[in-house]
């Protein structure tokens, strides 16, 4: 396990595992009961959320996506309610604290724009703008005045993810996440029972491999993995027991060529 986040406080770290988790990441909390054993004093990075080597870059995104959301009272407030104490240092730095982001909050320049592709009148295409940055776009591809794709950019005008309604049903099931304007990783629901059962890695912005997940053990039972063009070979656990058994080889029209058993 390797090292991925030092939380505030015992319900900061579960709060950063429960994502984890809904990402069907495999991580743990290390160090949660040792908060509150020297006295009065916060054992500082005592909490620590572990993850496994090889899902630290996804759960890295996901992590710093969530910390950029969080604003300062949020975690101010997380951490009053794990020691579930108050006195009247902490009160004022809140109330600083809370007067300081309504400011930031009424000051900020927000503007917004968009475009009407089909002249109906309404905007199918709307952006967001903080400090002259792009901060959302939002936008409706079947021009049923519902919005279908969203895209959130990050403080410095960096695409960091989307999320999109590929079947126009009025729910959001993928989910892409993205690292310097490059594609990481796409999870989606196909079935809507909120378990994101396919998921798509990316290698410099183009498609890597593809899994589809068993929603029950919650294991890859087939993966596609992608060459610059095209799919070069699969793989598939044909029982469901943890191990793929059965493997494929394609070529450059994407027909298989070879076929074996483990």
């Known amino acids: 396990m390797k090292l991925?986040?030092?939380?505030?406080?015992?319900?900061?770290?579960?709060?950063?595992?429960?994502?984890?988790?809904?990402?069907?990441?495999?991580?743990?909390?290390?160090?949660?009961?040792?908060?509150?054993?020297?006295?009065?004093?916060?054992a500082i990075g005592a909490v620590r959320v572990m993850i496994a080597e090889e899902d630290y870059s996804e759960g890295k995104l996901i992590v710093e996506e969530w910390d950029a959301r969080q604003p300062l009272e949020a975690k101010e407030s997380q951490a009053d309610d794990v020691k579930k104490k108050s006195n009247f240092s902490v009160g004022v730095i809140g109330f600083l604290c809370g007067v300081a982001v309504m400011v930031v909050y009424y000051n900020t320049p927000v503007t917004y724009d968009g475009i009407d592709y089909n002249g109906d009148g309404?905007?199918?295409?709307?952006?967001?703008?903080?400090?002259?940055?792009?901060?959302?776009?939002?936008?409706?591809?079947?021009?049923?005045?519902?919005?279908?794709?969203?895209?959130?950019?990050?403080?410095?005008?960096?695409?960091?993810?989307?999320?999109?309604?590929?079947?126009?049903?009025?729910?959001?099931?993928?989910?892409?996440?993205?690292?310097?304007?490059?594609?990481?990783?796409?999870?989606?629901?196909?079935?809507?029972?909120?378990?994101?059962?396919?998921?798509?890695?990316?290698?410099?912005?183009?498609?890597?491999?593809?899994?589809?997940?068993?929603?029950?053990?919650?294991?890859?039972?087939?993966?596609?993995?992608?060459g610059p063009f095209f799919i070069e070979t699969a793989k598939i656990d044909t029982n469901g027991d943890g191990d793929f058994d059965t493997f494929y080889e394609y070529d450059a029209i994407e027909e298989i060529v070879k076929t074996y058993n483990k």
């Open 122 to 226: 309404t905007l199918d295409e709307k952006w967001v703008f903080v400090h002259n940055l792009i901060s959302k776009m939002e936008y409706d591809r079947n021009y049923d005045g519902e919005m279908d794709i969203v895209y959130l950019y990050d403080r410095k005008g960096l695409i960091q993810s989307s999320s999109s309604d590929e079947n126009f049903d009025g729910v959001f099931e993928t989910d892409i996440y993205y690292d310097l304007g490059n594609a990481v990783w796409q999870k989606t629901d196909t079935t809507g029972d909120g378990f994101k059962d396919y998921k798509v890695d990316y290698r410099n912005g183009t498609i890597d491999k593809i899994s589809f997940i068993d929603p029950l053990t919650r294991r890859a039972i087939k993966i596609q993995e992608y």
């Open 4 to 42: 991925l986040y030092e939380a505030q406080n015992t319900v900061e770290a579960h709060m950063v595992l429960n994502l984890l988790e809904q990402a069907s990441l495999t991580a743990r909390i290390d160090g949660e009961y040792l908060q509150g054993g020297i006295g009065e004093i916060q």
